[in-house]
């Protein structure tokens, strides 16, 4: 049998994977260097990886048919199918928890509940609260940004440190929610179940997230009171529901086919929600996963090409080359190894669902051949990719908080404590965690 390693292609298959990066990175670098807004995202990832689709289908020296098939197996995989499928439906209860007024009542639940001494404490748990919830980091900036914006000019607060806070909470979410496209991704890509990845989640989230506090509670230094707008508890109800459902380890979809009815029924009952509005704002919700729905397919198309040539195995055994020569117990280094492709690939691309669907075969490989269980690698997918993109000052998340509060991204990442403290935590409960190689989801 030939080793794929040793394939001629087994190289040259990355070279569009390298287009595509070089054409996402570079636009927005351009853009940036033009202060045009939101630069990272003036060229969609779902249009600038056409170019590399092109590319490979022309790499791969078939009848430009077979070449087609190639590119609908991969696209038509099973995981990404159903990672899209629940996109669809975790993007349909969120754009009907907003318009049932779901968002506005978390959001002002918690400021209700913030002592003054507590501010930046306070807002860092709300935003993490409303992003679990939600599943969706850009929404709770979305959201909580004009409230704290004005928190901190009433308390004068460095609004970079405020903004340094929401990003922090946001993140926390992003990582540890069941309904969030990066735990979609790296749960599927690695074949893991929600329930168990969210338990070896916060096993690692959660003493971060206490630190954090302690760091921020340490800063805050506001007298002036918090004010909450009038909201209902009912509101937080289905989002309540779903994370407890979720995490009994109930069916994602029928987790968020529940959700989806909650809020309906939550907004008619006890708000002024038409349930004859239902159709059109789940509508909505398809609408806003569009964009992250075509990416993973293409993506995953992109992957075939790569995979039947070669080139993952190539990286996979590059990779190991690099972590043996590392002195560690067990296969410590292959997790590192893990965490560091993540990182660097969100590094690159500044998205992390996408930089956890392009690594998500190479870490499933190296998971499976050193015997680590797939919820291990999902979560150190997702910690590492949300690691990096607290950190990066052309991620969507930086530059919105950037906007919002009139000050500079290198600034809003610059008080990104929890994605530091995150970093540290993850690797070193990694270097000195017990092995695990129990093969359980």
């Known amino acids: 049998m030939v080793n794929p390693v040793s394939q001629p292609g087994a190289k040259r ?43 490979a289908i022309w790499l791969h020296r078939a009848p430009l048919q077979q070449s087609i098939d190639v590119l609908i197996k991969g696209a038509g995989n099973h995981n990404i199918i159903t990672m899209c499928l629940i996109y669809l439906l975790a993007g349909a209860f969120a754009s009907v928890a907003t318009a049932t007024g779901g ?24 935003a993490a609260l409303i992003s679990t ?10 959201a909580l940004a004009p409230i704290a914006a004005g928190l901190a000019t009433q308390a004068n607060l460095d609004p970079a440190l405020v903004a340094g806070v929401l990003l922090s909470g946001a993140m926390f979410g992003d990582n540890l929610s069941i309904i969030s496209d990066t735990t979609i991704a790296s749960t599927r890509t690695q074949g893991a179940k929600m329930s168990d990845k969210f338990r070896e989640n916060i096993k690692i989230a959660l003493p971060a997230a206490v630190l954090t506090l302690i760091v921020y509670t340490l800063l805050t230094s506001a007298t002036a009171p918090v004010a909450a707008a009038e909201f209902s508890w009912t509101g937080v109800l289905p989002y309540a529901a779903i994370l407890v459902l979720a995490v009994m380890g109930l069916n994602v979809f029928l987790v968020l086919l529940l959700g989806i009815v909650l809020a309906a029924l939550q907004g008619s009952v006890f708000a002024d929600y038409q349930i004859t509005g239902l159709g059109k704002d789940i509508a909505a919700g398809f609408a806003s996963v569009q964009e992250i729905f075509l990416l993973a397919m293409l993506v995953s198309g992109l992957s075939e090409f790569i995979k039947q040539q070669g080139g993952l195995s190539w990286i996979s055994e590059v990779i190991q080359n690099l972590t043996s020569k590392l ?47 797939p919820r291990r690698s999902a979560s150190l997918l997702d910690i590492f990719a949300c690691i990096s993109q ?6 969507a998340q930086a530059l919105l908080l950037g906007a919002s509060f009139g000050i500079s991204p290198w600034q809003v990442v610059s008080y990104s404590f929890y994605c530091l403290i995150l970093l540290v935590v993850a690797s070193g409960i990694v270097l000195l965690r ?8």
């Open 133 to 142: 919830a939600m599943g969706t980091s850009m929404g709770t900036i979305g």
């Open 434 to 441: 017990r092995a695990d190689t129990r093969a359980s989801g």
């Open 390 to 395: 607290g950190l990066v000052p052309y991620g």
């Open 103 to 126: 968002v506005d009542a978390a959001v002002n639940a918690g400021l209700s509940i913030v002592p003054t001494a507590w501010l930046l404490p306070g807002l860092f748990i709300i």
């Open 327 to 373: 002195r560690l117990a067990g296969n410590k280094a292959q997790q590192l190894a893990i965490a560091a492709l993540a990182f660097s690939s969100n590094l690159c691309i500044a998205n992390n669902t996408v930089a956890i669907v392009l690594t998500g075969d190479v870490a499933k490989n190296l998971a499976q051949q050193h015997q680590i269980p």
């Open 13 to 55: 298959s990355l070279i569009p994977l390298g287009l595509f990066i070089l054409l996402f990175l570079g636009s927005g670098l351009y853009f940036q260097a033009q202060n045009v807004e939101y630069a990272f995202y003036q060229l969609p990832g779902h249009v600038a990886i056409i170019p590399a689709l092109i590319l």
